[in-house]
């Protein structure tokens, strides 16, 4: 743990080592990943056919963009309301969709993240629709570019801990269980629909602050953020990562981030590249590259001899 | 606006709504009969209706736009984007039918971006667009309302696909061994039939459908890289609709589609954007699994 | 402790349980057998709520369950295992056999402890009943059938619960398997005190076990008693017994 | 363990990620004039990117002959994909890491006002939109640092409410593509009609949403009104789906139609000898037309290089490496405010005459034309015909209510 914290910590100074735009690039990596992280946190851990993530990333971006440019509160009131309006969002879509079944649950989310999306583009004297809102007046401490990175570092530090421990404790155990084998879950007690809402909740709460970590990185928001193919992009970064890893998704959105900034400067057919790497993954990585490192390493583990008794997973 | 009341603009409305219903339904009903037999949610179905569209305009530029081009692109496009489906099922597909639906979802999203990058490097950005024969040019005064002739020609095709579809799924053995497979894919493969060859013939019966789709549309819209983007949604929400898997379910969904929206436009035309996705939240919040019996 | 009366079941035109009547007492080894399709899976699914009656009552402890959802009926105090192997793969045995404690001390939503810190004796208690101790650190996807068979009742234990139910709980398991499967649910029905319903589809295998049998036909009951008089029983034999 | 194996090993795989950033960032400083182009070259409005490119490339070329300064334009290009987070990205890419000295390019108006504010703006870097035809880019939102060589919603609908208010068209009815470029074109269309001809009524609205495969049934309920005039808000590919179904349906045969862009070239082209004739519409910039020998001239170059005529984005793309030069020679140094305000007020040559930028909004001044499509066998598809031309200064907001906008 220690091993983490230092490098979190060391991250801290990138501002003064590195260039601007590298410092861009991370943040960009840094919010894309905690979005990546949140959706996994149902996809991966859950088990659940999350579709339309992108949505409550846009409730999050929206409310805050919309309280700090339509309001006269002070705009730490709007960031900070951008993850519960996410959260209430997703507590609201979420109880229509827990009622359903796997596809079906992904079409309805579908169909009313799908409405947001049309709120943000139609609402026009509140949104500016397709234009979108620039420009957002940040709080002071956040203007320098500097700083605003030191808040995003921070803030999903914070955010990874949180989630974390959530995924360590009793609930994200049985979260996990509940992806493994809901039927059976019900049998021991365990009420599948209400730990799933919860989950829901939580995992839109984290892609509101994810929504928000975007106002302050960009100054800027618009209904693409709110759009299906968003959402299924960051399925692909969850998949590249590894879906039942930890920091799995952290680690595709780097990549995909990556990869499209550096080889969408030199081709067209940036989507032909990600179609392949994902045909690849799905054949070569179904795991993802943490899954298969860690497949690696239990494989590695089991060559050198048994397990010893009460070991790591247990002991902690 | 008192005079778009009238019965006479409501019934051509009406079967406006119609014809629109019968492209939704000819691609709708290929996903659907995927989603049934292979459980397999399609999403380079989009793609390949593109697809379709290009190809059926490349056909008829390459006859001169003669009459009989229509008619060759209109056969000639469903089968080479048979040939396309033939080939990503051979090679890709068939190794991954027995993973999490999620994963081939996913799969099919990674073949829908590399189909439609493929379909910009061979055709290019340009708008095009195809000329129907003379024939079905022009439109045709119903109840005072001008239909286009070729929405009319529409009409005719729809339930023409959707009777070809019956006769195949219900008289033929391949109709028979792909229904019960799409029940029980152990006891197929357990009587002792090849079930590899005939979800391989399934999945491109399922994909010509969304070609002859693309081709069908090409006359009536430009045919540009994107169309794969709008349809897939719309072809997703009408199987929900109508109960995944279920081919007269899709007929269902999109007669509810198209007639809804169409008659919509004319009552609330602010409310015709909206429309598809509230039916969806409304149809399954009462009917969990869609109208139809559904598979899934 | 458990009365099931009259409960019926129908898929369509098929009916699955037609009138079957059950009793369990306190203590009691109840074994239900029956030929294949004779209705136990589907009269097991209804008392733990997996499926809901057409007709009938299933009263547990003098109270009324036949309405409530499976969770509700777990947290009374039943709990059980599955015909196929019903387990949770992508966990650690140990894993497995927690989550259905920490669901039964009502722990499942506890969202910042750390869970390896929770219920450890419990849970290594009860691998260590059932013979699984060696593995918990395994994926519990990674186990032998008969292995996961046991990973079941393992975790049906973890529920802490009065009554176990156990859907043909040696199914698919070679002979050896099966006679040390045997001798684990008549250990915890011995020094648990648990009172266990299990059902099998070969009765000679559960004559030496069950303290009561209760046999199955066409979805009805034909006869519940101890095993030496339901083996007399005219209409088992000739039901059953009859045939060899 | 295992799980903080999985920390430490992700963090090793972000600080890896960073070292890749680090690796590929970092640049130099270059004699040469360098020009960062973000534009969208996939997806439908990569018909519009690869036009202007090509214009662009061809006026690069034509200047890199004499030299700027005593060096030449460089450029590089980044593909958009008509997002605007991925626009954004590639804009602070060439700003602070390709150390560009202008930004040019962009279809997409959401993407054009998000890189003027948050690049731009803030990074102080001038940027032009040869394409985003949001007339809040030079208007409302304009700034210093943002420059418009293309036409807009406003210049465009001033242009043709001021021919259509001449004609006997009372009874008005409205449709278009639900987003913002319909919605901007049907309020600046509606707002100048009503101030010249107050006595004009508005029937109805109608919208579809883009990309709407189908929209027969949107015309069978606008034919039932039976308006004088049908206002269509639409660009691009749907622009196409209307004119075939105007063909279709024949509304062009008993009601006036107007619709910015329909006289376009690549719109009509594809149509073939298909298309409505006799449908209204306005544009900047037709190949064909003024008939001018420098105008012939770069058609006919254009030609030859790229075997298609070229469009308007080709022309705006032009125009554009005119201004970047000449901007820089009269500044007479590599230097961003200099450049800036070399900028206002200055006249390039342009393949159909002078174009001026205008000081106050730095919107360039540009002339609308008013035609309707007629078939011609020459080109073998419609063209405009009865050009009328109205100055910009003609329809350009004056400079009074665009500063006052921007307040």
């Keep these: ?316 | 606006m008192e005079s778009s009341f009238s019965l006479a603009a409501f019934l051509g409305q009406f079967l406006v709504g119609l014809s629109r219903a019968m492209i939704l339904f000819i691609v709708a009903s290929g996903l659907s009969f995927i989603l049934g037999v292979l459980r397999v949610p399609n999403v380079a179905h989009g793609s390949l209706y593109m697809i379709g569209a290009f190809a059926a305009h490349a056909i008829a530029t390459a006859l001169g736009n003669h009459p009989a081009g229509f008619w060759a692109a209109m056969v000639g496009a469903p089968l080479i984007v048979g040939g396309i489906s033939l080939a990503a099922e051979r090679l890709l597909f068939r190794h991954l039918y027995e993973r999490e639906h999620l994963m081939l979802l996913l799969f099919t999203f990674g073949l829908a971006l590399i189909l439609g990058d493929l379909t910009k490097m061979t055709w290019g950005a340009d708008y095009r667009s195809i000329v129907p024969p003379p024939f079905l040019q022009g439109s045709l005064d119903v109840l005072g309302t001008a239909l286009p002739r070729y929405n009319l020609f529409l009409l005719l095709v729809g339930p023409a696909v959707a009777v070809a579809l019956w006769l195949v799924s219900a008289k033929t053995r391949f109709g028979k061994i792909a229904r019960a497979a799409a029940v029980d894919r152990e006891m197929v493969g357990a009587i002792g039939i090849h079930v590899s060859w005939v979800f391989a013939w399934a999945f491109v019966l399922g994909c010509m459908l969304a070609g002859l789709g693309g081709a069908l549309v090409s006359p009536t819209i430009s045919v540009t890289l994107g169309m794969d983007h709008t349809i897939i949604i719309e072809a997703f929400l009408i199987v929900t609709i109508g109960g995944l898997g279920n081919i007269w379910g899709a007929l269902v969904g999109s007669l509810l589609f198209g007639v809804t929206q169409s008659l919509g436009v004319l009552v609330l035309p602010q409310f015709a954007i909206v429309f598809p996705y509230l039916a969806v939240v409304l149809i399954l919040t009462f009917k969990p699994t869609g109208l139809l019996r559904s598979v899934w | 402790m458990l009365q099931v009366d009259g409960l019926c079941k129908a898929f369509g035109d098929f009916q699955a349980v037609n009138g079957a009547w059950l009793t369990v007492r306190q203590g009691d080894l109840v074994a239900v057998i029956g030929p294949n399709g004779a209705g136990k899976t589907t009269l097991f699914n209804l008392i733990t709520g997996h499926l809901q009656a057409d007709r009938g009552s299933i009263r547990f402890r003098e109270q009324e369950i036949s309405r409530l959802p499976a969770h509700e009926i777990c947290r009374r105090g039943i709990a059980r295992s599955f015909q196929i192997a019903n387990i949770f793969p992508r966990l650690s045995v140990f894993e497995n056999v927690q989550v259905a404690v920490l669901s039964a001390k009502g722990l499942s939503r506890h969202l910042l402890h750390p869970t390896r810190r929770l219920v450890r004796e419990e849970t290594e208690g009860i691998l260590e009943r059932v013979g699984l101790q060696d593995r918990r650190l395994d994926l519990a996807g990674s186990l032998s059938h008969g292995d996961k068979r046991i990973l079941e009742i393992a975790i049906a234990l973890g529920n802490e619960p009065e009554l176990l139910i156990l859907d043909e709980p040696t199914a698919g398991m070679s002979p050896e398997e099966t006679a040390a499967t045997l001798a684990l649910i008549r250990r915890l029905a011995r020094e648990q005190g648990l009172t266990i319903l299990f059902c099998e589809h070969d009765m000679e295998v559960v004559f030496n076990v069950a303290t009561s049998i209760m046999v199955m036909q066409h979805g009805s009951t034909l006869v519940q008693g101890p095993p030496l008089q339901v083996r007399a029983d005219p209409a088992v034999q000739e039901a059953y017994l009859g045939r060899d | 363990m295992k799980s903080q194996g999985f920390i430490s090993r992700g963090l090793v795989g972000v600080l890896a990620a960073a070292v890749v950033v680090a690796g590929i960032t970092g640049g130099a400083e270059a004699r040469n004039i360098k020009v960062g182009i973000v534009d969208t070259y996939s997806g439908p409005p990569a018909v519009f990117g690869n036009d202007a490119l090509n214009g662009f490339k061809m006026a690069v070329e034509e200047i890199n002959r004499q030299g700027i300064l005593g060096g030449k334009i460089e450029f590089v290009t980044r593909d958009d994909k008509f997002k605007v987070d991925i626009g954004l990205n590639m804009a602070k890419e060439l700003a602070l890491k390709e150390n560009v000295d202008v930004i040019v390019g962009v279809v997409n108006s959401g993407v054009a006002l998000a890189i003027s504010d948050a690049v731009a703006k803030k990074e102080k870097i001038p940027f032009f939109t040869w394409m985003g035809k949001s007339a809040n880019i030079t208007g409302k939102a304009g700034h210093r640092y943002v420059f418009s060589t293309t036409e807009n919603t406003a210049m465009a609908t001033k242009a043709a409410a001021t021919v259509l208010a001449r004609k006997p068209f009372l009874r008005i009815w409205v449709a278009g593509d639900d987003y913002e470029y319909g919605h901007a074109l049907d309020d600046s269309f509606t707002h100048y009609l009503k101030q010249l001809r107050p006595e004009v009524e508005f029937l109805g609205r109608t919208w579809w949403k883009l990309g709407e495969p189908d929209l027969v049934p949107y015309f069978t309920s606008i034919q039932a009104a039976k308006p004088d005039l049908v206002h269509f808000c639409t660009g691009g590919a749907s622009m196409a789906n209307v004119l075939k179904t105007i063909q279709a349906t024949g509304l062009h045969r008993n009601t006036a139609i107007y619709i910015h862009t329909a006289i376009d070239y690549a719109v009509l082209k594809p149509l073939g000898l298909n298309a409505p004739e006799g449908v209204m519409g306005t544009m900047d910039y037709l190949f064909y037309y003024p008939e001018m020998s420098s105008h012939q001239k770069f058609v006919k170059d254009f030609q030859a290089r790229y075997k298609t005529p070229p469009g308007f984005p080709a022309y705006h793309a032009f125009l554009t490496a005119q201004f970047i030069a000449e901007g820089f020679r009269k500044a007479g140094k590599i230097d961003r405010e200099a450049f800036i305000d070399a900028l206002e007020g200055l006249k390039v040559d342009s393949p159909v005459g002078k174009v001026e930028m205008r000081a106050c909004d730095h919107q360039a001044v540009l002339p609308i034309y008013f035609g309707t499509t007629r078939l011609s066998q020459e080109h073998q598809a419609a063209v405009a015909a009865d050009i009328l031309t109205l100055r910009g200064a003609e329809v350009m907001p004056t400079c009074e209510e665009v500063l006052g906008a921007r307040k």
């Excluded at chain 1, 919010?31 to 999350?50: C, D, E, I, K, R």
């Excluded at chain 1, 109880?95 to 799908?114: A, E, H, V």
């Excluded at chain 1, 959402?231 to 890893?245: A, D, H, Q, V």
Aim: aromatic share 12%; glycine share 12%; net charge positive.
């Design chain 1, 1 to 316: 743990m220690l091993w983490a914290l230092g490098l979190w910590l060391a991250l801290f100074f990138a501002p003064l080592a590195a260039g601007r735009f590298t410092v861009y690039l991370l943040g960009v990596i840094l919010v894309t990943g905690l979005l990546a992280m949140s959706l996994n946190l149902l996809v991966g851990h859950g088990g659940a056919y999350q579709f339309h993530h992108g949505a409550f990333y846009g409730v999050g971006a929206y409310t805050a963009a919309l309280l700090i440019t339509k309001t006269s509160l002070p705009a730490w009131v709007g960031l900070a309301a951008g993850p519960l309006a996410a959260a209430f969002a997703g507590l609201m879509i979420g109880s229509l969709c827990i009622r359903l079944n796997k596809l079906y649950f992904g079409m309805i989310q579908i169909s009313l993240g799908s409405l947001l999306w049309i709120l943000a583009l139609r609402w026009y004297d509140l949104t500016n629709g397709d234009d979108g809102i620039h420009g957002i007046p940040l709080p002071e401490a956040l203007s320098g570019s500097g700083s605003a990175f030191t808040f995003l570092l921070a803030v999903v530090g914070v955010c990874l801990l949180a989630m974390h421990r959530i995924l360590e404790s009793p609930f994200g155990t049985t979260l996990r269980a509940i992806r493994d084998n809901p039927q059976r879950c019900a049998a021991v007690g365990i009420h599948v629909r209400r730990h799933q809402l919860t989950a829901i909740v939580i995992a839109t709460f984290f892609a509101g602050v994810a929504g928000v970590l975007f106002v302050v990185l960009e100054g800027s928001v618009f209904p693409d953020m709110l759009f299906w193919v968003l959402s299924l992009e960051i399925f692909i970064m969850c998949l590249l990562g590894g879906w039942f890893t930890f920091l799995g998704p952290m680690l595709g959105a780097a990549i995909i981030v990556l990869l499209r900034t550096v080889v969408g400067g030199f081709t067209e057919y940036w989507t032909l590249i990600l179609g392949v790497v994902l045909i690849l993954l799905i054949f070569f990585l179904p795991e993802g590259i943490m899954g298969a490192g860690h497949r690696l390493r239990l494989y590695r583990r089991r060559a050198a001899g048994p397990p010893s008794r009460g070991g790591d997973r247990a002991a902690g």
